[in-house]
């Protein structure tokens, strides 16, 4: 080999050497930036897991208020029940103590009726008796 052959071949070695050098630096910065990606991804992942369970936990919790509620909305709706029975029984119960004093009312009005024309009738034969009892007296005078 001649020595120009020889230069050549080293200049050569040396170009594919600093390619080399060159193309591990890339390799080496691609692999930190792959590094730096999956610590991203694992991080997001992570992050995307606790979301996830605190999602879970937020719609546990409102189911659980739900039932709760409509617990509580139920009971209202039996109470509200209960409580239209009783307006309704009491209702009746007014309406037939009303019937009852108003019965009891004419009954009293009736007699208070009768009572006085009784009285009218007594106050007539007491007038007419003392009548008598005058003009008797006044026959005998």
């Given at each position: ?20 050098t060159e193309l591990n630096k ?41 039932q709760v509620k409509q617990g ?31 019965n009891q009312l004419t009954q ?34």
């Amino acid at each position: 080999m001649t020595q120009q052959e020889i230069t050549n071949l080293r200049n050569q070695l040396q170009q594919v050497h600093l390619k080399e050098t060159e193309l591990n630096k890339i390799i080496n910065q691609t692999n930190l930036k792959l590094t730096n990606t999956e610590n991203t991804l694992k991080h997001t992942q992570e992050t995307l897991q606790q979301t996830q369970t605190k999602l879970n936990e937020v719609q546990e919790k409102a189911k659980q208020e739900k039932q709760v509620k409509q617990g509580q909305i139920n009971t209202l709706q039996a109470e509200k029940g209960e409580l239209q029975t009783q307006i309704t029984h009491l209702t009746q119960t007014n309406t037939e103590q009303t019937r009852t004093i108003a019965n009891q009312l004419t009954q009293l009005n009736e007699k208070d009726t009768q009572l006085t024309k009784q009285k009218q009738v007594l106050t007539q034969l007491l007038n007419n008796h003392q009548q008598r009892l005058n003009n008797l007296g006044e026959n005998n005078d």
